[in-house]
């Protein structure tokens, strides 16, 4: 795929990314576009591609940076917050970083996140979520919380199929059903329909479950609210137990194949199960080891990525990316945050965890691990920034001073 572009050029060191035979093949010197956004993303995205360079130095590998515009920057330079250039890049070059973007107020679209996201269909939202010794923490025993969270990113909720109340569109459905379906809802109610299909869901756990074999994992669970919804929730696992079945037979057990026939000892089987929304966030809380990758439908993956986001202690450290098979967008889950914009202050952690996470879908799994070792020992030193440093003290350090010894204790690794 090759694009004119109006008013960016790729570098012409590097090479690209390409996808074939539903594989990512990632030269030594990749052509990577990345977007610094708005606020805060100033601070946080230049410090994180500085240690990126130096992990990828460390297994002989070299990034060609190819600067790309969304949000203010994009608006300035081409009118708009969201240009056909930028979609292009993501789609030649298959792996963008971004910083966080300011939702425009009145810009006619809910968020230019989640138009990226949809443009380009990437329909899974995924974070991994775990625990940085030094972090301060709400719970006990941070340490056991280790998951990476598979959210749908294209129904439910976020397909955003909504009507106003006492529209033409909501009295219209409100007497169709009615009429047709025999159900009666209230006339002065809203009405919002919430799709799950078979499609996204399949594609959605099937990605869930590849991750959880390449990368050793010991479950994934399907979370749902089958009990009341039986048609979309309750079939979002049905139709994630029938991927596992019909595409991992030989990689998966379900939980009650292991009680009755692995007496309670999976091996190297990754266990399907699935739970209930509602008891999985007290099991989250309460028997936390048992729980690895997740998969869930978009809305139960909102409240269940920030609730477990929390519990490692929240927005400043926490990595997250939009993927699809062969295109990935990654980007920290916190927003700009626009009052500390410029200030170098802030937490570049989720940034820089962004970037490991970026790595490890290119398959460059050393530099990610180098990466994560390195903030888990800088942390531990206590080097922080303010965020942390307001509740466990310490050695105080801005944005691109923290990314600095990152690198340093990384080349000691
Ligand atoms: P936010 O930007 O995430 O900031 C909320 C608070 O979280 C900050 O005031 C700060 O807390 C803390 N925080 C966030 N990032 C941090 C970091 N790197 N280091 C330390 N602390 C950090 O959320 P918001 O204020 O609700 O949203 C601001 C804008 O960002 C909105 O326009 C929103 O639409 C957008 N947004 C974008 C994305 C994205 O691009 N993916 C995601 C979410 C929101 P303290 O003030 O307590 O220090």
Redesign the pocket.
Known sequence: MMFEYEKIRPPEEGEKIIYENNELIVPDNPIIPYIR?D??GKD?VPAALKVLDAAASRIKKEVSWFEIFAGEDANRLYGKYLPEDTLNAIREFKITIKG????PVGGGFR?L?VTIRQTLDLYANVRPVYYLEGVPSPVKNPEKVDLVIFRESTEDVYAGIEWRRGSDEALRLIDFVSDELGVKIREDSGIGIKPISEFATKRLVRLAIKYAIENDRKSVTLVHKGNIMKYTEGAFRDWGYEVAKEEFAEYTITEEELWNEYGGDAGNKIVIKDRIADNMFQQLLTRTAEYDVIALPNLNGDYISDAAAAMVGG??IAPGSNVREGMGVF?PV??????YAGQNK??PT?EILTGALMFEYMGWREASKLIKKAVRETIKQGVV?Y?IHRHTGGNLTGTKEFAETVVEIMNTL
């Open positions: 956004g606020g805060i946080v966080p973007l300011t939702t968020s996140n927005l400043g980007e916190h927003g700009s945050a626009p009052k802030v937490n989720a920034t965020d």
